[in-house]
C-alpha cells in the first residue's frame, strides 16, 4: 500500500458490537471472545460474509478508514477465508487495538 494513503476497511458485527462502536467510536474485544478484529477490505466480500448462514448475528456492516501506513504496522494480513475474502482481510490483534483505535480516521454504518 501507498504510504498515507487512507483505506476502507469493513467489519460485519451484531447488535452488541455495533451499539459499542456507535457509542465510543472504537473497536473492543468481548470478555471470552476472540483476541482480536477481523476486518474485510471490500464491502461486497464483507457482504457475503455476513449473509452466510452461520452468521445469523450479523445486523450491520461498519467501514472504518485508517492510514495504510499504520495499518501495515499494526495489521496482521494473514489470509482468511480467501474464498469469500477474495481482496484480502486484515487482523488486529488485541496488542494492537488501542494503537488502531487511535488511528481511526472514522468509522460508518454501511449496511
Known amino acids: 500500500m501507498q504510504k498515507d494513503q487512507m483505506v476502507r476497511l469493513f467489519r460485519a458485527i451484531g447488535f452488541t ?3 459499542s462502536i456507535m457509542e465510543t467510536g472504537k473497536f473492543t474485544l468481548r470478555p471470552n471472545g476472540l483476541e482480536s478484529k477481523y476486518f474485510g ?7 457475503v460474509f455476513a449473509n452466510k448462514v452461520f452468521n445469523i448475528h450479523v445486523v450491520a456492516i461498519v467501514e472504518t478508514e485508517i492510514e495504510s501506513g499504520i495499518l501495515d504496522i499494526v495489521g496482521d494480513f494473514t489470509k482468511v477465508d480467501s474464498s469469500v475474502f477474495k481482496s484480502g482481510t486484515v487482523e488486529i490483534h488485541k496488542e494492537q487495538l488501542d494503537e488502531f483505535n487511535n488511528a481511526i480516521r472514522k468509522t460508518k454504518h454501511v449496511f
Open 17 to 19: 458490537e455495533y451499539v
Open 41 to 47: 477490505m471490500d464491502f461486497d466480500e464483507t457482504l
